[in-house]
């Protein structure tokens, strides 16, 4: 099946994954124990079906699927900033700067341990190119979609296997996201670090199922155009696409800078359009029509979708191929998480640090979503500021790492730069953080893990 049509069943029997997916999770204990999302679980069955497999479905569906991540991250990016009002900068740091240097620490800090260990450990040993430590924080922190984004940047650079490495190893984050960050929170909330939760209340039940009771349903979006005119998820939707054309705009301009940058993926651009986007809009009034809650509709939905087509087409010969060296990294990657989480989160929060910290390992493990996800179970009502600290953090934080510039760069940067000047300017990073959060006094040597 080919053409449009073939694309438009492709599309239908994703969303079929999709939806058997949500029916295990509903159905299976074990998956509701560890949280898995339906994406990866739908994801996971339709690579069972692929080729590498069972190999009892068509070619053309994997053909499609494998091009879809690397769309819709464009439209994840556009969308994380509209409908947003933007504070001032002073704002931002008042409320988020301790969560932005943690961040800017476990972040840094991705790229910092995967060059050491690959420089010392895994090129020695597999003969495997610097450039393969980027994929530890391109994947975790970055994503299905930023992964896949960055297969133009990969293949430029000589090696073509890093994309679907770092969709592999987004894979993995988000089952450290979920698993790991479930397994601690129950562990907090017996040892009292949780302000919420204790032992008596638990994580609600209809959270581990995935399925909302009538009584704690609440509304998903907000109509703020008449849909006699046009229906409101299309006006929001139009909105995302005018962003992404402005990025595609500058992204005409950025890969005029430098020949290298001829592959420099469009994602962290289509976010600055909708920034720019946004920010128009608020001056000629039209940001009063944005609901924020259906531009989260878009990324969810789009999100959800990448997620199930870049499991559905991960490369498994090449995965087999760097199992090794991918293995070690992945283990290094979660230890470096878990280190942050359990060591300097105490440390480096003056307060709430658990509900800070585990907000900010999910998303360094499996994108924001996830990181929200962890928030939610530890801190359901949001009676803690972290919400607030981490919106604004994320606001500082996403124009660069996470799949912002610096994610999109680093293989140029190490390329360019060298491994071993790469390292030094992770370690700056890291260490220039950490003094600006002792600085400031958020940071403590003998922390306080029980809840306040």
Known sequence: MEGLTGVFFSFCILLLFLLAGKILRARVGLLQRIFLPASIIGGFLALIFGPYLLDVLPDFLYTTWSDIPGLLINIVFASLFLGVLIPGIKTMWTQGG?????????????????????????????????????????????????????????????????????????????????????????IAIRRGYCVNLDQTKGIPRFKKVGLIPEKDRFPSSNATVASESIEPLAFHFSIVGVAILVGWVLLAGVRQLHPMLGGFPLFPLAMVGGMIVQAFSAKIKVSQYYDRLTFERILGLSLDILVVAAIASIRLDLFVAHFWPFAILM???????????????????????????????????????????????????????????????????????????????????LVGLGIWWSIAAAAVIVFAFGLISFLNGWTTRNPRKKAR
């Open 98 to 186: 301790s969560q932005l240097c943690f961040g800017m620490i476990v972040g840094s800090g991705q790229y910092l341990v995967a060059m050491l260990i690959t420089v010392l450990l895994l090129t020695p040993l597999f003969g495997v190119p610097p450039i393969f430590a980027t994929i530890l924080e391109i994947g975790f922190a970055g994503g299905h979609g930023t992964a896949a984004g960055m297969h133009p940047v990969f293949a430029e650079l000589g090696f073509p296997a890093g994309s679907a490495l770092a969709q592999m190893s987004a894979t993995v984050g988000i089952i450290a996201a979920v698993v790991g960050g479930v397994f601690y929170i129950n």
């Open 331 to 413: 283990a290094v990657g979660i230890a470096w998480l878990f280190f942050c989480l359990v060591v300097l989160a105490p440390r480096m929060f003056p307060y709430n640090w658990l509900e800070r910290g585990v907000t900010e390992y999910g998303m360094q493990s499996g994108v924001t979503a996830m990181g929200l996800l962890l928030l939610r179970l530890v801190d359901p009502h949001y009676k803690t500021d972290t919400a607030q600290a981490f919106g604004f953090k994320q606001m500082l934080y996403e124009p660069f790492l996470g799949g912002g510039f610096i994610t999109a760069t680093a293989p140029f940067i």
